[in-house]
């Protein structure tokens, strides 16, 4: 067999301390196999004509992190997506998401191969990929959905592993921040030897890793919940925060702060008014928030055990059989502030025992405001009369919204435990009765399981029985009905009145099971074709090949999860329904690459990549994407590239199986509500009233809570969703200028320009786009979409429909410039410059023609993850015999809060400066085999940013910071041992 010099020798990396950005590198030998992520094509020389990013080994060891999510965190190219600082939003994964188009346009490869998502929505886990193993991570930029399939449109990133490792290397790190908290350990270990005189080749390797909380109360800056929008709690101590006497609970601020009205004690939103408990038992105006702040994580704790096992044994000239098997069982717990009842209606009797006392002001509040507002009914008012009298005394019951936190329950949490396997099972080598034509036929096989378990939570649907009583001892409604084994409820009043009998019967857990299988079945042919240039030296090089590929995914949730319009989780933010979806695809694929002029004067190779996919997906039907690009070698110093893509995602198996079911999103504010009264004319009481809000509740109805909203969420079963696609236009140069000569060397500079724009993607409306739709458009079958009860939107049962659609488009334009130089210093040893920016050009959405055009750049928000306009890393390494010293400057732009959510920002938060962060590492070689590391992250103790808690969604926006975007512990310190004999 030939060489199998599977070198990454993608003609466009730049060496920047092991990492390599977009630019050349130096070719192989003629008779190498050269493998380059972008293409199939293995040829000699290749080059790859799209930027292809490179992350060497050299840089994820001086980075010392147990997770690729860090090292993809800090590149511009990307935006955070779900990890280690992510809590209210998580799914206890890592992801990626390059160019902010999204974490599921992000294909993740292993060796050129797709890795199994780990739910429903086609998302990836790349936390469960074995760091040791890895020999280095390419990402492509653009849709290479020619190349790789479906799902390829912001690019692919693909982790090479190592399948060649002959000895024992163990790797041993331990971190934590300078206030000695957020621990983590990990540690890992490979071994690898060779079979048969080299023939053959087997790779064992395992890892641990554990990594501790890290609480918002942990830090001064995340005690208190700052309100975005008065900066209500900025600068508080516990003192100020702390509400009047009469009022005191725990977690309890006073009414003016920031956190939520799901308050303690509890609160009564009646439709005079919110009437709180105070403590010796009477009732009161609005006393309190609570702070749900300190109970969130900064951190999620996790813990990880992982291994591999890969292996290749050559049978003869014309055949290598090959495996890869891959395990990891990850534990991740997401926690928050604890349940309660938010704002859902309760009937409750007067009689009831608990508050009978304070039937009689209830019943003067209620009545006094009917009176002054003749148009609200008892109905309206939420009054039930028991007796029919036709007026509310203290005989009669009101259904009304309740707020009240338990904390007797605890703190809510969702465990998530996941176990996912995956093996490839391949055959390859050179092509019998051919010339030097090889193939590559496997099979493929992932399964993920996953199962959630939420704790903490209040069972709503034994909550209504329990408050519908009036005996103390036995639930017993007014009309005698009574339920067996219930406990009354006693929420009237402050913490303590839920006895632990009391918490039993209102408490709930939850459990959802989830599971997902893919199977892929692929056989590739490449090698050289009769055509050859007249002006070329090489001849062209064609691939072949077929791949089917089946998905199915499903989720069971327990009937706890199922309870309409909002699960027996009170808090929870909605219910889940069974859901058990699939689609399979055949694919047919070519790519070409065409030598036209070599060895020329200017044209040292002018070469064409062509490459065309069809796809014929069950459901939705046949696709086609489509490359072509030119790169022309001007000289070994300069080299242009051009290139044109057409990439197609399908529908994942959520977005085409998934039920309706309720949820959360977020939103900024009722136009309808009380907090837009001044601003409520004719016609936005007409588009009110048209949206369920009756006539004279118009400005009285509460606005929603903690900037989110109630939704209803799936697929229309009269609309699911079509394929969406993408066109990718790419151009770059890559300079290697030998004009500085002396002491500098390997001198490469890069400049590309990226426009990626995607057509018909498949999402839903944000909620503040359906609200403005309805409200600000005018647009009545908009306002059809939004659901209310009594008038009310916060309340269980209400929302706004945002079913999986096709929106019209998203795009994301900008330019990427790489740098970097050695400078040799004698017997100082070496210095090793580089540098990487992003500048984004344009990054922006529409959902439909009668929406305004989102545009992201520089901005954040509840429509814009944070989107800094320009980032950028520079690394500077000394090297000198056994010791080496680098330090990453990382910086991100300043930016600017969404124009059209200004006004409702605190002042002070509606911009955030540039930010620059310094890491500095250190590594001593004690032999061969022993290297020990040391690094510090954010040296200087750079504070994050301070724009609230309602500042953006809570995917991003927690702990009044954005935590994936900006580093909130302080100091970071990691030590580290390698040992490789």
Same mark, same amino acid.
Not at 117 to 122: E, K, R, S, V
Not at 191 to 198: I, R, S, Y
Not at 444 to 454: K, V
Not at 907 to 912: P, V
């Given at each position: 067999?030939?060489?199998r010099t ?12 092991g ?14 196999i050269i493998?380059v992520?972008g ?20 840089e994820?060891?001086?980075q010392?992190?147990p997770?690729i999510?860090r ?27 390059l ?12 060796d050129?191969?797709?890795?199994v ?6 998302r990836?886990?790349?936390?469960t990929i ?7 991570v390419?990402?492509?930029?653009g849709g ?10 912001a690019?692919?990133v693909n ?12 790797d041993?790190n331990y971190?934590?921040?300078?206030s000695?908290d ?8 490979m ?8 023939r053959g080749?087997?790779v064992?390797?395992?890892?641990h890793?554990?990594r501790?909380a890290?609480?918002?109360g ?7 919940g ?10 508080v101590?516990?003192?100020g ?5 009469d009022c005191?609970a ?6 003016d702060?920031s ?8 609160a009564?939103?009646?439709?005079s008014g919110?009437l709180?408990y =105070?403590?010796?038992?009477? $009732? !009161?105006? *609005? ?5 749900? %702040?300190? +109970?969130?994580?900064?951190?999620t704790?996790?813990e ?11 049978i ?27 704002g ?6 007067l009689?009831n025992?608990?508050?009978?006392a ?10 006094a ?9 008892l109905?309206l008012a ?8 036709g007026?509310?005394?203290v005989?009669d ?6 707020? =009240?936190r338990?904390?007797? $329950? !605890?703190? *809510? ?5 996941? %176990?996912? +396997? ?7 080598g050179d ?12 099979y ?11 704790a903490?939570?209040t ?14 001892t036995?639930?017993e ?6 339920t067996n ?5 006693n ?13 039993a ?17 692929s ?11 007249? $002006?070329a ?20 949730p327990?009937e706890c999860?199922?309870?309409?319009p ?5 808090g929870?933010g ?6 058990a ?7 047919a694929?070519?790519?070409a ?5 070599q ?6 190779d ?22 072509a690009?030119?790169s022309?070698q ?15 995602r399908?529908?994942?198996?959520a977005?085409?199986?998934s ?5 959360l999103?977020n939103?900024t ?6 907090a837009?009264?001044a601003?409520?004319d ?13 006539a004279?509740l ?22 699911p ?6 066109r990718?236009?790419?151009?770059g ?5 030998d ?7 390997n001198?490469t500079?890069?400049?590309?320009y990226y426009?990626?724009n ?10 503040n786009?359906a609200?403005n739709?309805?409200?600000v ?13 009594a008038?009310?939107?916060g ?5 706004v ?10 795009r994301a ?6 740098a970097?130089t050695?400078?040799?210093?004698g ?5 090793q ?7 984004y050009?344009?990054q922006?959405?529409q959902?439909a ?12 928000g509840?429509?814009c ?10 690394r ?9 010293v680098?330090?990453l ?6 930016m600017?809060?969404?124009p ?6 605190f ?6 400066d540039a930010?620059?962060?310094?890491d500095l590492?250190?590594?001593?070689e ?13 040296v ?10 309602d500042t953006?969604?809570?995917?991003f ?6 935590p994936?975007m ?6 970071v310190?990691t ?7």
């Open positions: 067999m030939r060489s599977m070198k990454a020798c993608l003609m466009a990396s730049t060496l920047i301390g990492l390599a950005f977009a630019a050349p590198a130096m070719a192989q030998d003629e008779n190498d493998i992520t293409t199939r094509i293995q040829a000699p020389n290749v080059v790859s004509v799209s930027p292809v990013t490179s992350i060497g080994q050299e994820l060891d001086v010392q992190t997770d999510e090292v993809f965190r800090d590149l511009p190219l990307t935006v955070p997506g779900d990890g280690q600082n992510v809590n209210n939003g998580t799914a206890g994964a890592s992801t990626v998401n160019r902010n188009l999204g974490t599921n346009r992000t294909l993740i490869l292993i050129g191969k797709r890795m998502p780990y739910d429903i929505n086609g990836v886990d790349v936390a074995p760091m040791i193993l890895l020999d280095r390419d990402v492509v930029t290479a959905s020619a190349v790789y399939g479906s799902d390829a449109m690019g692919a982790f090479i592993m190592q399948d060649d490792f002959a000895g024992f290397e163990a041993l971190s934590q921040t300078e000695n957020g621990q983590q350990y990990d540690i890992s270990v071994m690898g030897a060779e079979m048969d005189g080299g080749n087997v064992l390797a395992m890892n890793t554990d501790e890290v609480r918002f942990d830090r001064d800056y995340g005690i208190f700052v309100d975005s929008e008065t900066g209500a709690g900025l600068g101590d516990a003192a925060a702390a509400p009047a006497a005191t725990p977690g309890a601020v006073a009414a702060q956190g939520s009205t799901t308050s303690m004690p509890t009564f939103d009646f439709v919110t709180q =105070r403590n010796d038992g009477s $009732l !009161g105006p *609005r006393c309190s928030r609570f702070n749900f %702040n300190p +109970f969130n994580y900064y951190q704790p996790r990880r055990f992982s291994s591999a096992a890969l292996a290749r044994y050559e003869n000239d014309n055949a290598e059989v090959y495996g890869r098997a891959l395990y990891s069982a990850t534990n991740v717990r997401q926690q928050v502030a604890p349940s309660g009842i938010f859902t209606r309760m009937e409750i009797p009689q025992p608990f508050w009978s304070n039937a009689a002001q209830i019943v003067s509040e209620v009545n405001f009917i009176a002054a507002n003749p148009a609200v009914t109905d939420g009054v039930i009369d028991n007796n029919n009298n007026v509310f005394d005989n019951s009101i259904n009304v919204p309740v707020r =009240r338990t904390l007797e $329950l !605890g703190e *809510r949490s969702t465990q998530y435990d996941q %176990n996912q +396997f995956q093996f490839t099972l391949g055959l390859r092509l019998p009765f051919t010339e030097n034509w090889t193939y590559d036929v496997y493929q096989r992932g399964e993920t399981d996953r199962t959630n378990t939420s903490g939570y069972n709503i649907t034994n909550i209504r029985t329990a408050l519908n009583t009036v005996s103390a036995q639930c409604t007014v009309g005698g009905t009574i084994g219930c406990v009354p409820l929420v009237f009043g402050g913490f303590g009145t839920i006895t632990p009998e009391m918490a019967y209102s408490s709930a857990t939850a459990i959802e099971q989830r599971n997902y299988v893919q199977n892929v079945f056989a590739v042919t490449t090698g050289p074709t009769a055509f050859q240039s007249p $002006l030296a090489q001849p062209a090089y064609l691939v072949l090949g077929a791949e089917y590929r089946d998905e199915l995914g499903s989720t069971t327990d999860w199922k309870t309409p909002a699960s027996c989780l009170g929870a909605g219910n889940r329904l069974p859901i979806s699939s689609f399979s695809v055949q694919e694929f070519f790519e690459n065409v030598p036209l002029i060895d020329r004067g200017i044209f040292q002018l070469s064409l990549e062509l490459g065309w996919r069809y796809a014929h997906y069950d459901p939705t039907g046949g696709n086609d994407t489509w490359k690009g030119v022309w001007v000289s070994d110093t300069l080299r242009f590239r051009y290139m044109e893509q057409q990439a197609v399908a529908p994942n198996v977005e085409l199986g039920p309706v079911t309720t949820g999103s939103a504010l009722d136009p309808c509500s009380s837009n009264v601003n409520i004719a016609a936005l009481t007409a588009l009110c009233v048209a949206s369920g809000v009756p004279p118009v400005g009285l109805v509460p606005d929603i809570v903690s900037g989110q909203v109630n939704t209803f969420t799936g697929t229309d079963p009269l609309n969703p079509e394929p969406e696609t993408g990718t236009t790419t151009f140069v890559v300079w290697q200028p004009f500085l000569g002396g002491s500098f060397n001198t500079l890069s400049l590309d426009d990626i995607i057509t018909d993607t498949i999402g839903t409306f944000s909620a786009e609200l739709n309805c409200y458009l005018g647009d009545l079958a908009a306002c059809s979409g939004i659901n209310r009860i008038g009310n939107l309340t269980t049962g209400a929302g429909n945002l079913f999986t659609t096709n929106l019209k488009y998203a334009e900008g330019v990427e410039f790489a970097s050695g400078y040799g210093l017997d100082m040893g070496d210095l410059f580089s540098f990487n920016m992003n500048w050009l344009t922006e959405n959902s023609d009668t929406s305004p055009v989102i545009e992201c750049i520089g901005y954040y509840t429509s993850n944070p989107t800094p306009e320009v980032r950028w890393i520079q500077t390494t000394w090297n000198n015999g056994p010791y080496s680098s330090v400057w990382r910086h991100i732009g300043e600017e809060i969404e059209v959510e200004a006004a409702a920002i002042a002070d938060f509606r911009s955030i930010y620059d962060y310094f590492s250190g590594s001593y004690l032999n061969d085999g022993v290297t020990f590391r040391a690094s510090i992250d954010n200087f103790a750079e504070l994050p940013p301070i724009i609230g808690n953006g969604t809570t995917t926006n927690s702990g009044n910071t954005f994936s900006y580093d909130v512990f302080g100091r310190f030590v580290g041992v390698n040992m490789r004999f």
